[in-house]
């Protein structure tokens, strides 16, 4: 019986070292949440499009028929845009990711067009397709839930990620809403903060 108790104390010792030592936020403040595998995807403005580049990234899944969160989060993306410009970050040292969740109707002309109701400076917003299957397999990574049918997209989760340089999920923030936007000088912040400005 005693060496039982001494054996239970002993693993709560070590998952709670563990625990402390994974989630234990770093030198940045913001703690490590999880790790994604380094992928490639389309880039619909111009080659492959590889995540393993040294550049921290937020990223948004999104579809073009999306009559509300994502067209709002796009909105709120330009605005960010506009804010890491202005901070001399934007497409250097940070990216903003959008990945389409419906790659059969959002085709490369599709999202060409989506991209620039939102001004969007492909220097460092990159609008991403591939096939359906590459899409899960990398939707499945961040933890994205979302659901199709033959149609569209029937619901998302409606999460956006930080990503640090080494592929590093930092921080998890929710996507627009029409009462409530993005928050954005959060977002920039943490940017900030994993880039070392």
């Not at 590889?50 to 999104?62: A, I």
Request: proline share 4%.
């Amino acid at each position: 019986m005693k060496v039982t108790k001494k054996l239970l104390i002993f693993l709560v010792i070590v998952t709670g070292f563990f625990l402390v030592y994974w989630l234990w936020p770093s030198d940045d403040g913001l703690p490590i949440l999880d790790k994604v595998d380094a992928f490639e995807l389309d880039n619909v403005h111009g080659d492959r499009y590889g995540s393993e580049n040294g550049k921290v990234k937020l990223v948004s899944f999104f579809y073009t028929n999306c009559p509300d969160i994502c067209p709002l989060t796009m909105m709120d993306f330009k605005i960010i845009q506009s804010m890491l410009k202005d901070k001399g970050l934007f497409g250097d040292e940070v990216e903003l990711v959008s990945i389409t969740l419906d790659p059969a109707y959002d085709t490369q002309e599709v999202i060409k067009e989506y991209a620039q109701i939102f001004e969007t400076d492909t220097k460092g917003w990159k609008w991403l397709r591939d096939t359906p299957e590459k899409i899960m397999e990398i939707a499945g990574e961040f933890q994205m839930q979302y659901e199709l049918d033959s149609e569209t997209v029937l619901y998302h989760s409606t999460t956006m990620y930080l990503v640090d340089e080494e592929n590093n999920i930092r921080a998890l923030y929710d996507m627009a809403f029409a009462d409530e936007p993005v928050k954005k000088d959060d977002i920039v912040r943490d940017i900030e903060l994993l880039a070392g400005k």
